[in-house]
T-cell receptor
Framework: ETGVTQSPTHLIKTRGQQVTLRCSSQ?????VSWYQQALGQGPQFIFQ???????GRGNFPPRFSGLQFPNYSSELNVNALELDDSALYLC?????????????FGSGTRLTVV | KNEVEQSPQNLTAQEGEFITINCSYS?????LHWLQQHPGGGIVSLFM???GKKKHGRLIATINIQEKHSSLHITASHPRDSAVYIC????????????????FGTGTSLTVIP
């Protein structure tokens, strides 16, 4: 039980389509990060949101975009899906004001692009 | 070159054996996490370290900040410990582009045989 819920758990999409992945964080977790984990690889940082504003971004193209909402939920949107977008997508959140910088990870959404 | 290197990549052990997984990193960090990822992808944060040593049940994590090295030890290993163990470091450098992002190792796949 992590306190961070991601949906859906599995998803199959066709190349060229658009997808929205969702993450519901614990109350008060005002920082959320999204990661892409390809098979056999470590997670790669996509972007981070703090209080509904993007405040950090990794090496991902603009077709990867996000939103963070006041109720501590967030979305990852991917447009024009490519086969290489097939991966596990993880979100992690924390209370920025917490001195201990503890992150809680969700269980991930496995996206398959065919 | 990855900012975080783990060894070994794969590890097979007999039940009851003492296991060590190593992590070296090349960036300045504010914290280091040891994560456990089971088949299906869900990630659990086992430890967060900024110095010294932590123990939780049969798991022990140590970090040497000067040497930029951490180890995860599992005593009296059990088949249910079979998982991928990932070392993740949170950069202490606040980048304009990426914020205080995580860098992940590629993971150590552990199989404990009964």
């Amino acid at each position: 039980e992590t306190g961070v819920t991601q949906s859906p758990t599995h998803l199959i999409k066709t190349r060229g389509q658009q997808v929205t992945l969702r993450c519901s964080s614990q109350s008060g977790h005002n920082t959320v990060s999204w990661y892409q984990q390809a098979l056999g690889q470590g997670p790669q940082f996509i972007f981070q949101y703090y209080r509904e504003e993007e405040n950090g971004r990794g090496n991902f193209p603009p077709r990867f975009s996000g939103l963070q909402f006041p109720n501590y939920s967030s979305e990852l949107n991917v447009n024009a899906l490519e086969l290489d977008d097939s991966a596990l997508y993880l979100c992690a959140s924390r209370k920025t004001e917490e001195r201990f910088y503890g992150y809680t990870f969700g269980s991930g959404t496995r996206l398959t692009v065919v | 070159k990855n900012e975080v290197e783990q060894s070994p990549q794969n590890l097979t052990a007999q039940e009851g054996e003492f296991i060590t997984i190593n992590c070296s990193y090349s960036v300045g960090i504010s914290a280091l996490h040891w994560l456990q990822q089971h088949p299906g992808g869900g990630i659990v944060s086992l430890f967060m370290l900024s110095s010294g040593k932590k123990k939780h049940g049969r798991l022990i994590a140590t970090i040497n900040i000067q040497e930029k090295h951490s180890s995860l030890h599992i005593t009296a290993s059990h088949p249910r410990d079979s998982a991928v163990y990932i070392c993740a470091v949170r950069s202490s450098t606040l980048s304009q582009n990426t914020g205080n992002q995580f860098y992940f190792g590629t993971g150590t796949s552990l199989t404990v045989i009964p």
